[in-house]
């Protein structure tokens, strides 16, 4: 029995398949540690919901203090319960593995056609969609709104 692409047609051969359909794990909250998120962990959900980065210094003029969102998210993240940190943490593992996914996408953008496979030329697009709204979900277990880096040009939240 030979691998086929996810969603490929079966009754026509194929040549060399671009992907298998391998089973993906998906990220269960019960399965995560229920402890404090640690920095790095702090930083990549800051970045998933949007948000700049938050620096090393209390003080200066483009501090994310001066921002009541900032600050209140930042509390929110470093105040979590151990059961809300094991969920932040599942979203987290699904943030990282769908943009894991967007990067890998784009090792088949050179390809059009091979022999009968033909690329999904919206591939990259439906997975960013995906990607934007697990970023989104973040930000709303947060009970915060998306970040600068996930609102259209214009908005200004403060």
């Known amino acids: 029995m030979t691998d086929t692409p996810c969603g490929a047609d079966t009754t026509t051969p194929v040549s060399s398949p671009p992907a298998t359909c391998a089973p993906v794990a998906v990220p269960v909250a019960g399965a995560m540690a229920d402890t404090p998120l640690v920095d790095t962990e702090l930083a990549q959900a800051r970045r998933y919901m949007g948000y700049p980065a938050m620096g090393g210094q209390d003080g200066g003029m483009q501090s994310w203090r001066f921002f009541r969102v900032y ?8 105040n979590l319960a151990p059961e809300e940190c094991a969920q932040a943490r599942a979203f987290l593992t699904q943030c990282q593995m769908l943009e894991s996914a967007i990067m890998a996408a784009t090792a088949n953008l050179d390809t059009d056609r091979a022999a009968v496979w033909t690329r999904n030329r919206s591939e990259v697009p439906d997975r960013f ?30």
Request: glycine fraction near 16%; include cysteine.
């Open 71 to 78: 600050g209140f998210n930042e509390w929110r993240l470093r």
């Open 129 to 158: 969609m995906l990607y934007t709204r697990w970023r989104v979900q973040l930000c709303n277990f947060m009970g915060v709104p998306p970040g600068p880096g996930l609102r259209g040009t214009g908005e200004i939240i403060i």
